[in-house]
């Protein structure tokens, strides 16, 4: 299975800040890379797919970046509202599989 | 409203069988991919299987191989994740989701768009 591995685990950061979270596949994916955000308590949402189409619905301060093996998640402006677990997941083969997380949290 | 409902959790015995239920109102199910995922007590989210449209095509997680089936009811609007030969290890919130499945340069991509709000199993005795 391929191995996907998120750094950093956590980070704390200010509103206004911009955060970067990268994510790193241990074999060529291409582009087949979603991001996803996870409250405790709630639905997994979907940011990005396709490693850097921003979901319908989903604010323009999130962007992703990559390909092959090497990909970033960046929260241009941090908002109090994105504290939350961040997971990459590869879609380029069987079975899936998801980064271990990267929690943010807001200052 | 599109949206996801999960059903079926609970507690139950190692070596015990569970049977969780997802119901899709709201879209048309039977043109969608879905899914399971699942996330363990202070872990992180495991991809667990998914379904073709017609059921023709299945994939699970090596862990789970040979002790739970995904299947899905088109005329029912519903997904299922029969589990048996439960272990403490299959603790968990279940999450069932639709995959948009996007087509682009020749590439299929998942893109789970709908997320139910996840039931929870726990495997104690």
């Known amino acids: 299975a391929i191995q996907m591995t998120q750094f950093p685990s956590s980070l704390s950061a200010s509103v206004g800040d911009r955060v970067t979270i990268t994510c790193r596949a241990s074999q060529g994916i291409r582009n087949d890379l979603g991001w996803y955000q996870h409250k405790p308590g709630k639905a997994p949402k979907l940011l990005i797919y396709a490693a850097s189409s921003l979901q319908s619905g989903v604010p323009s301060r999130f962007s992703g970046s990559g390909s092959g093996t090497d990909f970033t998640l960046t929260i241009s402006s941090l908002q109090a509202e994105d504290s939350a677990t961040y997971y990459c997941?590869?879609?380029?083969?069987?079975?899936?599989?998801f980064g271990q997380g990267t929690r943010v949290e807001t200052k | 409203e599109v949206q996801l409902v999960e059903s079926g959790g609970g507690l139950v015995q190692p070596g015990g069988s569970l049977r969780l239920s997802c119901a899709a109102p709201g879209f048309t199910f039977s043109s969608y991919w879905m899914i399971w995922v699942r996330q363990a007590p202070g872990k992180g989210l495991e991809w667990v299987a998914n379904?073709?449209?017609?059921?023709?095509?299945?994939y699970y997680v090596d862990s789970v191989k040979g002790r739970f089936t995904i299947s899905r009811d088109n005329a029912k609007n519903s997904l299922y994740l029969q589990m048996n030969s439960l272990r403490a290890e299959d603790t968990a919130v279940y999450y069932c989701?639709?995959?948009?499945?996007?087509?682009?340069?020749?590439?299929?991509?998942?893109?789970?768009?709908?997320w139910g709000q996840g039931t929870i199993v726990t495997v104690s005795s």
């Open positions: 379904i073709k449209e017609d059921g023709s095509e299945k």
């Open positions: 997941l590869q879609d380029y083969n069987y079975p899936r599989t």
């Open positions: 989701a639709r995959d948009r499945n996007y087509f682009a340069s020749d590439t299929y991509y998942d893109v789970f768009d709908i």
